[in-house]
């Protein structure tokens, strides 16, 4: 039985202490911690737990030097152990993934039949009217972007650097690695062992510049 890998730091710490990598080691990531990364990460919220991310977890140098031009030569995904295509599918919303995550939460024995007819029909309606967004690429990245920081994060607290890179082109990916026209790449993860140069931390803004009180533009009380 292989031991369950352990984190190196707690997760407030992963907090404070991520930033992105822009240079790695070439040091693999042992495949239990990348198992975990994404079992772990993958505990993301989505909408009705449509859970419609996707990942090509790229490993061989072959795939990734496939994908360097995708991503302009910008030297981590050619150097990181690892690299996720982060994907969403915009079919996600559709009847047999509606059915699987009924099913899902029919094992968990969280899934009453009241709430699975809600959701047959009412995901494919607000689909429909889109009330908050209004095209599918804008869904799906509000989906995926949460499961990429997750996996930033657990990343981290396993002592594995990242960089959320949408330095990529869309059309070039969807080409090289034979996605459908329905999944969008929506971001890279290229993961690993950060090297030298790191880039510095570039600060945060204060509260009080990005948090309004009960209307915007109105001072957040501190
Ligand atoms: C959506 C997104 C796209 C990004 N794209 C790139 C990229 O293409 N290349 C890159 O080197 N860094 C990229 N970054 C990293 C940002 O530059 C970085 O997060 C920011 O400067 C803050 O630094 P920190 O992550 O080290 O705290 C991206 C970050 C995000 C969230």
């Known amino acids: 039985m292989t031991a369950q890998p352990q984190?190196?730091?707690?997760l407030l710490d992963?907090?404070?202490q991520r930033r992105s990598a822009r240079a790695?080691?070439?040091d693999a990531i042992p495949t239990a911690v990348l198992h975990e990364i994404l079992r772990l990460g993958t505990q993301a919220p989505s909408a009705f737990n449509l859970q419609p991310w996707r990942f090509i977890v790229l490993q061989s140098a072959d795939a990734k030097a496939k994908l360097s031009p995708c991503a302009f030569g910008q030297r981590q995904v050619?150097?990181?152990p690892v690299v996720l295509i982060c994907c969403g599918d915009t079919t996600a919303a559709e009847a047999d993934n509606i059915e699987a995550v009924i099913a899902l939460g029919q094992q968990q024995g969280a899934m009453p039949d009241a709430f699975a007819n809600y959701m047959r029909t009412g995901i494919p309606q607000?689909?429909?009217d889109r009330p908050s967004f209004t095209h599918m690429e804008a869904w799906i990245n509000r989906q995926v972007m949460l499961a990429v920081g997750h996996i930033a994060l657990v990343a981290k607290a396993y002592g594995v650097d990242s960089c959320p890179m949408e330095g990529f082109s869309t059309s070039a990916i969807q080409e090289t690695f034979g996605l459908p026209e329905t999944v969008i790449p929506c971001c890279l993860l290229p993961l690993g062992y950060a090297a030298e140069p790191l880039k510095q931390y570039g600060g945060r803004f204060p509260l009080d510049?990005?948090?309004y009180g009960d209307r915007y533009g109105e001072p957040f009380p501190s």
């Open 14 to 16: 992963a907090i404070a």
């Open 78 to 80: 050619t150097e990181a």
């Open 24 to 26: 790695f080691k070439p």
């Open 126 to 128: 607000g689909m429909g």
């Open 7 to 10: 984190p190196t730091l707690s």
């Open 209 to 211: 510049r990005i948090c």
